[in-house]
């Protein structure tokens, strides 16, 4: 299908979801509903012919219904228009600034609570109209007044809501491959509506069109009020309407096909202000990037700017021709498809990834301030609070004291004390540093690990005085290896530049700091594996856990491995170094040899092949490595025909899953071949384990499909290299430089 056809079929989804919208945005804001089409025109024909954001559309937006009405109530409507199109040449002149990146300078915390408040303002507003009634002029108001309107709603009016409701919720129900999802919900939504009024003849409100699409127009007149007063709402009406465009754009970037170029973020922002400059001269709504109508046009395969073009020119061809089947729909259906478009701006999946980044606070912020002071004094308020939060940050102080007494019967053990120091250390954090460093028993070793990105003079000269005392009085501070000589040039005073020191050690390998320690203090007989484990555990949550913590923040909500990685439970297979995977990547199975019991095996267990369909069926994995290795103690019991093994019963029978292994092994040939028998077994393993999972029908049929990928691994322990599997010769090649040149098993 040629690209202009895929934009052209697009730009009718596009147009069939903006026509409700449209209106029903019209008649929220209390402008004339020509209004929202005039904007959805000026939208996609203006803002799509400038603009460079190739899958955007823009038009009315609902997170700009409020601030519309605001000025509506304040201004007129004449003025508003005015107040529009100075607001679109804002938004020209800080395009071609090129300073549109600025704008995403908001937290996302308060644009998305921004949002949310306009949802609630939407649906205290239009559940009113919904009933019957009529919204007030606040949030609070309709808030107050609903108890009585639920109390006497008008049953027409109702139904017909509740009939537009059921119709959204239901139409997303339908399969995503069905030909009826090819029509956008808000259209069969409204037309039911529509067609039940009409065929029962209730008198229910209805759209009101002009003669024309233009046919009321006049010329906008200037604002009543103090210049800063509307200064402000032209600031207000440009930069919201410029966030939430830019957002957008961000967004869809995102899901962009490949080959569709990225947005020019400065470009867009002065197609949007041409558009609102059209839409405002013209007697439209300001205009956004509106995310319901460009994922519609990503979804409908849309691949350039043509689809947001023709979709503007769809809407000018049915306002102009279609005026009296416009007038038709009810207000109470354009209102219950508000509802929803309202609701669905609570977006919980937000909120749940702000909380995890602790950025609630702004959320709820600006969403109450939007829903009790208004649209700009609730962003105001939200950003105030990220501001807090910042400076929260900036003099959060964690400090740690662990006090541990390692002693056996007959003697007892010195005390040695752990403390840790996380966050900013400046002077306002000095009185609870020192009050934690002067409950450190006198005497005692301490580690001091100092993990702060910025510390200043008090905080250091606080901690160099004690350490000075407390070593006075026979005790020991060790400062760790990464601050070291940073404090020792800041006691001598030396401030030239200090030459470049090797990184830290990688996390992953707490060994190597274990080796830097002092042998008295390895080879104490009171420090057990355990007390070792732990300070291992101490050492995780001293330098990495604030590291991966976002990481492991999304992935506590859920897992999305890439791979099945099956290796043996040998402490020398690390499968994150050797893969270089990080939390989440791999999904992993280890057990004893790396063995996959055959599919009906006499010796039957389910544990690998459990961990086998819940990859491929639950978490959608495409890929299964099976891993060997050198020295497999597995491979040398299967050797050794099991004697080794013979008094642990659990382990003899498992080890049965490795027979077919060891006859693979016993009828290849090894002549010619000087590899040791136990490497050779090794690598055999690795194939027959392949092969076992093949046994399973379903995979099977999955692997010959070319749906599942099975990839073959051994690493060379003595070498510290890994070798990857060529099924067509059975051979193990090194891994060639460019990875996608590496030949896997299909």
Known sequence: MSVWRQDVLASFVVF??????????????GAPVAAGLIAAVAGGVVAGLIGRSPLQ???????????VAELVQTYGWRATC??????????????ACRIARTALAVSPAVVHGMLAGVGVVLVLAQVHVVLGGSSQQSALHNLAELPGQLAAPRPHSALLGALTVLMLLGWSRLPKSGPLRLVPAPLPAIALATATAWSFG?????????????????????????????????????????????????????????????????????????????????GGLPIAGVIVRSTANLEAGARSRASAVLHGVWVLVLAMSCGPVIEQVPLTALAALLVVLGARLIDIAHLRDLRHHREAPAYFAALVGVVVLGLGEGVLVGIAVTGLLALRRLTRLAIRVEHLVPHLEDRPGPVRTHVVVEGTLTFLGVPKLTRHLQDVPPGASVDLDLNVDFMDHAAFDAIH??????????????????????????????????RKSPPPSRWWAPWANRRRRHEQELDAPEVSPAAVLLNGVREYHGRTARLVRP??????????????????????????????????????????????PRHGSRTPDDSVAATVEYAINVLDIRTITVCGHSNCGAMAALLAGGAEVQHLPGLSRWLK?????????????????????????????VMQQLDNLLTYPWLRQRVESGEIELVGLYLDLQSAEVEILDRATGTFMPVPDDAAQARTVT
């Open 16 to 29: 069939l979801v903006a026509i409700p919208l449209s209106l029903g945005i019209a008649v929220a804001s």
């Open 57 to 67: 559309v823009s038009g009315p937006a609902a997170g700009l219904t409020v601030i």
């Open 82 to 95: 005015t107040i529009t199109l100075l607001g679109g040449l804002l938004q020209i002149v800080l395009g």
């Open 202 to 282: 209730w008198d229910v409100p209805r759209v009101e069109l002009p003669e024309t699409l233009f046919g009321g127009w006049g010329a906008p007149v200037l604002p009543d009020g103090s210049p800063v007063a509307v200064a402000g709402a032209v600031v207000s009406v440009a930069l919201v309407a410029a966030v939430e465009s830019l957002l957008c754009s961000v967004a869809v970037d995102r899901k962009r096909p490949p080959g569709t170029p990225r947005t020019d973020l400065d470009r867009d922002l002065l197609g949007q202000g041409a558009g609102n400059a059209v839409s405002g001269f013209l």
């Open 465 to 498: 005085q004690w350490r000075l005392a407390h070593e006075r009085l026979g005790g020991r501070v060790d400062i760790d290896e990464v601050h070291e000589a940073w404090y020792e040039r800041a006691v001598t005073g030396e401030m030239s530049s200090p």
């Open 551 to 596: 990481i492991m923040a999304e992935l506590a909500m859920e897992q999305k491995p890439q791979h099945l990685f099956i290796t043996c439970v040998d402490s020398r297979i690390v499968p994150n170094i050797i893969t270089a995977s990080g939390p989440g990547d791999l999904f992993i199975n280890r057990n004893v040899g790396a063995l996959v």
């Open 657 to 685: 899953h490795g027979n077919h292994s060891l006859a693979r092994f016993l009828a290849t040939d090894p002549s010619g071949d000087d590899t040791p028998p136990l490497t050779r077994l090794c690598k055999i393993n």
